[in-house]
Structures are given as structure tokens and as C-alpha cells.
């Protein structure tokens, strides 16, 4: 009898501990290495150890242990005055998130905002957030220049299906999609998710190879963009800008498309192609 009631009340404490909310955590990184990958144990958080840790909610050397939802990632202010560009290491690849993280770039050097350069031999971001712990939610990126990226398609970011990505302030330049297929493109960011993009610039990107579409951007997802200027992109099938497909929703306000050019192959859609009606609002002259 002595037992089962000892048994009974260790039952109800688990019960009870079990049923209480669990208090929010989240991880704030700052990062103080520029190098990519960074050296392990050397007692200074690249960003790419930043966010292996933020992916993973695990420990990562010199960088602390990620948290289920909320991390956060930021650069130090004395060391990134000095440098403002991180060239990413092209053997470790690309810089994936797989996990729900705010990455905010922003400086207080000369250059107010963090450049990521992917060396015109890699794809700079890669968004796969749906197979994290945060599931629910978004990726934030804000006050960042993406450039130079390269891969088959999204050069600059490619974002998977079931991903929710905000964009605010960062640019994406001089990236290309080097796929020939009509499936191709987004130099600077092919889109399978929902994106939300405020602000920022997407100018000199291409999606040239063969049937290439959407030279800054190509989307099947959801997009919606606003105070964005898209400038200088080309293709070489269709949308100069923005190619959109089937069942995939727009919605652009405040947007500036100059110069796009979508080629000859067949050469549709200067600034942007879509099967669907695309909502717009124009800026007043
Ligand atoms: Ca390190
Ligand atoms: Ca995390």
C-alpha cells in the first residue's frame, strides 16, 4: 500500500510538470569571426557555426546552444567595422537554414549592412525551414546584400516548399540561375514557399542558360513584394524580372521594375510573366 501510494503521487507531480507551459527560449548569437567556415574552438562564432547551432538547437563551439524557436543571429559591431564582407567558403557550400532564425545584418561601420558573397560559384542561402523544430515559423532576413551566387536555379536564395521567408532590406545582386530547363531560374531567388520581401533591391541577376526564366526572381509560391525596385535582370525565355507559374499568387506595391530584359527564346515579359492576374498598386508619379 506504502508503494502505490508513493507510485500515485510521483504519477500526479510528472502529470503536473508535464501540463505547465513551457517558458520561450531563444538564442541570441553574435557573431565576432569573419572567416566561413570559421575555426572550430578557436574561441570566436562565425556564422556559419552561428547558424549549424541555430538549425540544430544543439551546442556548436564557440558559439552556445541553439534554441527550439526564436534564435536570433547579429554581428559584432567592432569587429565587422573593419570588415564588412563575408566571402563564403565555396568547399563547405552554401549557408542552409533549416530552422526558424532572425539574421540581421545591419553594421555601424562604413557599410551599414553585411554582405554574404558566394564567389560567383555557389548558391549564397538556402531556405528549407518546413523540416525544422520551428516549423510554424518565419525566416527573417534583414539588412543584407546577397551577391555573386550561383546554382542551377535561385543563385542568390532558393526557397523550399513549405518555407516562410521575410526580406526586409536586403538586396540581391549579380547572382545567376545556370539551369538551361524552362524549370529554371530565379538568378537571384527562385521561390517555392512564402515570400515577403519590403524594401531591398534585386538588380543584375540572370537566368540566361537556354530556356532560363525569372532573372531576379521565379516563383511557384507565394510572393508578395513592396518598396522594391527591380532593376537591370535578364533571362532568356521569359520575365526579365519576375516569372510566376500556374496557381503561384503576386502581389507587388510601390515596386520599381527598370530595364529588365527576357531575351528571345521566346523573349515574353520584359518585367515580369504570369498566367495569373498579378495584384499591383503604382506609386503616384
Ligand atoms: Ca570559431
Ligand atoms: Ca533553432
Known amino acids: 500500500m506504502q ?19 513551457l517558458a520561450a527560449q531563444a538564442t541570441d548569437f553574435v557573431v565576432d569571426e569573419v572567416g566561413d567556415p570559421g575555426t572550430a574552438g578557436n574561441g570566436t562564432c562565425s556564422l556559419r557555426e552561428a547558424l549549424s547551432a541555430a538549425n540544430s538547437d544543439t551546442a556548436v563551439a564557440d558559439c552556445g546552444t ?6 536570433t543571429i547579429s554581428f559584432d559591431g567592432t569587429v565587422f567595422a573593419l570588415a564588412s564582407s563575408i566571402a563564403l567558403d565555396n568547399a563547405s557550400g552554401t549557408l542552409v537554414i533549416s530552422d526558424d532564425v532572425s539574421i540581421d545584418g545591419t553594421l555601424s561601420g562604413a557599410a551599414t ?3 554574404l558573397d558566394g564567389g560567383d560559384a555557389i548558391r549564397v542561402t538556402q531556405i528549407d525551414a518546413a523540416s525544422g523544430a520551428g516549423t ?3 525566416v527573417n532576413l534583414s539588412n543584407l546584400i546577397l551577391t ?16 516562410s521567408v521575410s526580406l526586409t532590406a536586403v ?19 527562385y521561390n517555392a514557399g512564402t515570400l515577403s520581401i ?3 533591391e534585386l538588380s543584375g541577376n540572370t537566368a540566361t542558360a537556354g530556356s532560363g526564366s525569372g532573372g531576379a526572381i521565379f516563383n511557384t509560391g507565394t510572393l508578395s513584394a513592396d518598396g522594391t525596385t527591380i532593376n537591370g535582370n535578364s533571362s532568356a525565355r521569359a520575365g526579365g524580372g519576375i516569372e510566376t507559374r500556374d496557381g503561384a499568387a503576386v502581389t507587388l506595391a510601390n515596386v520599381t521594375m527598370d530595364g529588365n530584359d ?10 515580369c510573366t504570369s498566367p495569373m492576374p498579378i495584384r499591383t498598386t503604382i506609386p503616384p508619379p
Open 136 to 138: 510554424s515559423q518565419a
Open 198 to 200: 519590403s524594401g531591398g
Open 148 to 163: 555573386n551566387g550561383q546554382d542551377v536555379d535561385g543563385g542568390g536564395m532558393h526557397i523550399a516548399a513549405g518555407s
Open 262 to 271: 527576357a531575351g528571345t527564346n521566346p523573349g515574353n515579359g520584359g518585367a
Open 3 to 21: 508503494m502505490r501510494r508513493i507510485w500515485g503521487r510521483g504519477l500526479a507531480t510528472l502529470f503536473t510538470l508535464s501540463t505547465l507551459p
Open 113 to 115: 549592412r553585411l554582405t
Open 171 to 189: 538586396d540581391v545582386t549579380s547572382s545567376s540561375a545556370t539551369g538551361t530547363a524552362a524549370s529554371n531560374g530565379g538568378g537571384g531567388i
Open 66 to 71: 541553439g534554441s527550439a524557436d526564436g534564435d
